[in-house]
């Protein structure tokens, strides 16, 4: 047991329960040559686990290694899949809370695509925030009342208001939770508006043992009752939560509450003493094994195996096995992404096309949401490799 302190909650019981050494710093950020791949920054990842309130978080995080500039690359757009599951999204919020002419900020708001959907449809107008925002996806906006600004939101945004506030993929990112979500209420206050957040499931990554879903720049971990208790220990009432897109997602909708801070709120379903965190623990030790043997064995047989996700997963994935002479390109379907390298391990990454000169005889496929996107995509070009999704590693 070690004395380190919940940046939620702040009890001082936290248990480390799983690491990872000298792992790259950032999994989303170009990198154009295979040499500063293979010397990107890296840092260590030690997961702990509060006694008290069940929060999951890194206790090993430098926020000064953290980089999010226009280097960034994190859109998911030239994914069909992905894209279904973002417009459906967008309008079930319209439908559920009247989202018809109102004004929406969005924290976090990557290149602007979920907010240009929501405004779009619902005639709304929006505002988002985000430091590495650089205007890629502009051309879906030209009939959206939406602007943005190159920044971290925070209280010197207050003049700032909306009736309906989105935060995606964000709150993951953040170190000081607490403070986050205080800072939200207190730049919020005298109005009573809905907030919608959408985090990675770690609850489901705890269950698979997926060590893919464990990378440096996700500080902070969520369950959906450790994520429930967070929001209500910093003046927020959670009035809702689902998890979507195959349980990968926790969603959560919450309203300001008064008083400010609920000091005696608990996750609902708190992760510690349940044996989750040893399930974990002997489930991620035979994925690690069984993955390591199935490469093997495919070196050893001549085959010529790819990974399809060159995202953090696959950066995780990648480089938690130690896959240099193994594994020799990642796919990814974003064609920025074509021509630049994995951060640490150095794959180069390639685009779906150049399957047809690679010819692979594995395909290791990093989301298996995606695996039937994939599978069209190399059946047009009369590929048949091998598939294999990363939650089962066997051949």
């Known amino acids: 047991m ?3 302190i919940c940046p939620d909650c702040f009890h001082q019981e936290t248990d480390i329960f799983y690491g990872v050494e000298e792992t790259p710093v950032n ?7 295979r040499e500063e791949a293979l010397s990107f920054p890296r840092g260590d990842v030690r997961l702990g686990c509060c006694g008290e309130c069940g929060f999951i978080f890194n206790t090993a995080f430098d926020h000064r290694l953290a980089e999010y500039s226009e280097r960034y690359e994190s859109t998911q757009r030239h994914s069909e899949t992905f894209s279904r599951f973002n417009e459906a999204l967008a309008e079930k919020l319209i439908d559920k ?6 004004k929406i900020i969005e924290i976090g ?11 779009r449809s619902g005639s709304n107008s929006g505002v988002g925030f ?3 925002y650089r205007g890629t996806c502009a051309d879906q906006g030209k009939d ?3 602007s943005f600004i190159c920044d971290y939101f925070s209280e010197k945004y207050g003049r700032y208001r909306a009736d309906f506030y989105v935060c995606k993929m964000t709150l993951e990112h953040i170190q000081d939770v607490s403070r986050f979500l205080s800072m939200i209420g207190r730049t919020v206050t005298g109005s009573r508006p809905t907030l919608f957040f959408q985090v990675p499931n770690f609850g489901k990554s705890l269950h698979e043992g ?3 879903d464990v990378y440096y720049e996700h500080c902070s971990y969520f369950t959906s009752g450790s994520l429930a208790g967070c929001f209500e220990r910093n003046g927020f009432t959670v009035t809702d939560r689902w998890t979507s897109f195959q349980d990968q997602y926790l969603m959560l909708e919450a309203v300001p509450s008064f008083p400010s801070r609920l000091e005696g709120a608990r996750s609902s379903d708190p992760v510690d003493g349940s044996g989750i965190i040893s399930a974990f623990q002997s489930a991620t030790e035979g994925l690690l094994e069984e993955w390591s043997r199935t490469l093997r064995s495919g070196k050893r047989s001549g085959n010529e195996t790819v990974i399809w996700g060159a995202s953090s997963r696959g950066v995780s994935f990648l480089t938690t096995l130690e896959t240099m002479d193994v ?3 990642a796919v990814d379907i974003n064609p920025n992404k074509r021509g630049m390298f994995i951060p640490g391990s150095g794959q180069k990454i390639v685009g779906p096309q150049d399957m047809r000169d690679i010819k692979p005889d594995t395909v290791i496929v990093m989301n298996p949401v995606y695996i039937e996107e994939i599978r069209v995509i190399l059946r047009d070009m009369d590929l048949s490799p091998l598939i294999l999704s990363v939650d089962q590693p066997f051949r």
């Open 210 to 212: 997926a060590f893919w």
């Open 130 to 132: 985000d430091p590495a």
């Open 27 to 33: 999994s989303m950020i170009h990198v154009p040559t």
């Open 2 to 4: 070690s004395e380190l």
């Open 109 to 119: 708001c990557g290149e602007g695509e979920f907010l240009y959907q929501l405004c």
């Open 97 to 102: 809370h009247g989202l018809i002419k109102k």
């Open 144 to 146: 959206a009342d939406v």
């Open 327 to 329: 594994v020799k390109y």
